[in-house]
């Protein structure tokens, strides 16, 4: 399968899953999974979700800039890094952000293995 169109939909569904079900993500972390988040490392697919979901903001939009992507090592895995704006409810400006997903290949299926977010400050 071509990696470009495979790391455009994860992309597609990872955001539009985030923006209105955060707790929808668990399916895509095992326990093996890491994310960083603005520097903070948190293992294992139920603490990825309980952080992600306890972030103070119930409603935001994704809006995708770039999409890039790389194979990653001989077991197909992908490296997926993302930049974009993030619109928070109620906020006047969005936020600028870049996330970086490794995506491991598990029979076909693939699930985050890294993820890495930082906000962008100008």
Do not use: W
Request: net charge negative.
């Amino acid at each position: 399968m071509d990696p470009d169109a495979v790391a455009k939909a994860f992309v597609e569904h990872y955001y539009t899953t985030f923006d209105s079900n955060r707790a929808g993500l668990v399916s895509l972390y095992q326990e093996g999974s890491m994310l960083s988040f603005e520097g903070q490392k948190i293992q294992g697919s139920q603490n990825i979700v309980a952080k992600l979901t306890s972030l103070p903001f119930q409603q935001c939009k994704h809006n995708i800039t770039t999409v890039d992507c790389q194979p990653s090592g001989p077991s197909g895995g992908m490296l997926v890094f993302v930049s974009g704006n993030l619109q928070l409810a109620g906020e006047q400006h969005a936020l600028k952000f870049s996330q970086m997903f490794h995506l491991v290949s598990n029979q076909g299926n693939y699930y985050v293995f890294n993820d890495i977010f930082r906000l962008n400050y100008a």
